[in-house]
């Protein structure tokens, strides 16, 4: 730096008048700042980042889309592996290898889904990092041990899952298949702590929970361990088992309609049946976990309840009740349509029951789509006396609403527990006993959760919330505990009347399957919304402030276009998926026009090949 110095001295020295001086300064002052430019050693630090965007498409809209298709794909490949495993551990004990070979078929749609979803897990991570940075500096601060945890979980899950599918064939026999069974069992471990830990970073936006001080484990556990993270993470298990279970009925549905003769058409119609029992075993259960999760969020912060169940949000939940009854309709439909054309005889028998099922669900949706507050004009709000209407404004609390849902998952159980004693004839000595038992037991359920409902218009809200509504679940969970033990042992012994015939459903079956399925993923979507709006202009709730151009919810409108569009996007894929999955088939139906194909070799619909699939008279 001396010799420098010296040298821009000389310079100066030989430069003459007043322009000359100007222009050594000029040159000096560039020279002086070379090192800086070049080393950045007294560079003035320019200003943070804090957001990114792409014109006219938004980059909230496409961090939306493809977090949404993220977790949807997630619990895809979440959920299946619950009940892939499940299937394989019945046909190992009970020899049965339609369980085995629908556990593997489970397995196939699962390996090429996988890939898929770490796909866009990592766009929607790069996404974030650009299009967020400064939140997203944020949580790494807080979270960085348990990104490490979640690398080296989703290392472990991806050799466990590629040991468990390839070596599916080779691990067949004796001990091999214990380990087999094992290597299941782990993948599902692995799979629930790949759930819960980003759970909890998303939890953390919700209820944040933070620690000035403290180490870095510390801290990342106390913000891991928020008020909400153990009810959503209960709420997105029963979820992911529900929207596997449906997509994997859709699956069955549409090879179904497909199939190009009797043993294809068999077997995925008791796939079909199977996994509309997922479904429905997990949609029993998923309203208890969604009311547990509302619960602790009035309890954590009840300015953000109101948002969700009284402000402007509020109207999402009646379109929440429209998609759930529509889901409940739709797998009773399918449970009828079993007994109607499974189980020979028996219509006759269950059509009156069925109606009044049917008629006890539209009746409760009916009340569960009732809104407290109606979109009227000044001159219909004058004619009512106000924005609530005199009669049907009873039916838009929760109150009203607490009572229906609780009612129609004893229609829906009542549903399943008619379709499994469909065919068979009681012939233990304590049969009509115990038929009374369950009949007093399920009549005592229905007028309790009643009388709750209605006593819960004249007590305070905190009573309703915290005991009744609390013992209506109870009353509900107390009836699927007690009839289920009591039909088994009752069937244990009971004579078959009629076997179970399979690959006779009507085509709308199939399309039932599609339908539920596709129910559930705008369900979810929609849910998805719900959550992220509850913190409205918080990214991290009441602590890191959204100061974006997206710094709004989005009117419900234009969230429902987008809802829309996850949903097309989600099916579009998982088409992909089941395509990429049979692509290996080979058509196993014999040379020239079988039963069950067209001429020219087109397959025929399923459930019009032939005069026996006709519906007949008095059928559904």
Not at 1 to 7: H, I, L, T, Y
Not at 105 to 113: I, N, Q, R
Not at 450 to 479: C, D, E, K
Request: proline share 4%; net charge positive.
């Amino acid at each position: 730096m001396r010799d420098q110095g010296g040298w821009i001295q000389k310079l100066l020295r030989s430069s003459s008048g007043h322009a000359g001086t100007l222009l050594g300064l000029v040159m000096a002052a560039g020279l002086l700042s070379l090192p800086a430019l070049v080393f950045g050693a007294d560079a003035a630090p320019a200003a943070a980042t804090e957001y990114r965007d792409v014109p006219y498409v938004g980059s909230r809209n496409i961090v939306w889309v493809v977090a949404q298709l993220h977790l949807l794909l997630a619990g895809f490949v979440l959920g299946v592996p619950i009940f892939a495993w499940l299937c394989e551990v019945v046909a190992w004990k009970t020899g049965e290898k339609r369980y085995d070979k629908l556990a593997k078929e489970f397995t196939k749609l699962l390996t090429s889904a996988y890939a898929t979803t770490a796909l866009f897990g990592g766009i929607l991570l790069f996404l974030l990092i650009s299009f967020y940075p400064k939140l997203m500096n944020y949580l790494t601060d807080i979270f960085f041990p348990s990104f490490i945890v979640y690398c080296i979980l989703f290392l472990v899950e991806t050799a466990t899952l590629y040991l468990y599918w390839y070596g599916w064939d080779a691990m067949q026999d004796g001990g091999k298949k214990t380990f087999h069974i094992f290597l299941g069992f782990m993948l599902n471990f692995f799979a629930f702590f790949i759930m819960i830990v980003p759970n909890s970073w998303a939890t953390f936006q919700s209820s944040p929970v933070v620690l000035a001080e403290g180490s870095d484990m510390a801290r990342a556990w106390a913000a891991t361990w928020n008020p909400t993270w153990w009810p959503v993470n209960i709420h997105r298990l029963i979820a992911n088992v529900v929207l596997g279970g449906y997509i994997c009925g859709a699956y069955a549905g549409i090879r179904y309609l497909s199939a190009k003769n009797t043993e294809e058409r068999d077997h995925y119609d008791w796939m079909g049946y199977v996994g509309n029992f997922i479904g429905v075993f997990g949609l029993l259960a998923l309203p208890f976990a969604g009311y547990w999760l509302m619960r602790e969020i009035y309890q954590y912060n009840q300015q953000m309840g109101i948002t969700l169940m009284g402000g402007f949000l509020s109207w999402l939940f009646i379109l929440q009740a429209m998609l759930i009854g529509v889901l409940f309709l739709g797998s009773n439909y399918y449970f009828w349509l079993g007994i109607t054309y499974r189980i020979p005889g028996s219509e006759m028998k269950y059509r009156k029951p069925m109606l009044a099922m049917l008629v006890a669900l539209l009746l409760c949706l009916g009340v569960w789509m009732t809104p407290h507050s109606l979109v009227a004009s000044m001159e219909e709000a004058r004619k009512m006396g106000g924005s609530h209407h005199p009669l049907l404004g009873v039916f838009g609390v929760m109150s009203a609403k607490m009572t229906v849902a609780n009612l129609m998952i004893l229609v829906t159980f009542m549903s399943f527990i008619m379709y499994w004693r469909a065919g068979k004839q009681e012939t233990a000595g304590w049969a009509k006993v115990a038929k009374a038992i369950m009949g007093a037991i399920l009549a005592s359920a229905a007028i309790a959760v009643i009388i709750l409902g209605v006593w819960g218009y004249f007590v305070p809200a905190i009573i309703r919330i915290n005991y009744f509504s609390t013992s209506q679940v109870l009353v509900v969970l107390g009836v699927m505990l007690t009839i289920t033990p009591l039909t088994a042992l009752l069937l244990r012994s009971a004579k078959t009347t009629t076997e179970m015939v399979w690959g006779k459903m009507p085509p709308r079956a199939g399309y039932s399957l599609v339908l539920n399925a596709v129910m559930v993923v705008l369900l979810m979507t929609l849910m998805g919304y719900a959550r992220s709006s509850s913190r409205v202009h918080w990214h991290v709730y009441g602590v890191v402030r959204d100061t974006s151009p997206y710094a709004f919810s989005p009117a419900l409108g234009y969230a429902a276009a987008l809802m829309a569009l996850n949903t097309f996007f989600f099916c579009m894929l998982v088409a992909f998926i089941f395509w990429v999955a049979t692509m290996g088939d080979k058509a196993k139906a014999p040379s020239g026009a079988s039963k069950g194909e067209l001429p020219h070799g087109l397959p025929a619909m399923a459930g019009a090949s032939s005069a026996l699939d006709e519906p007949k008279a008095g059928k559904f």
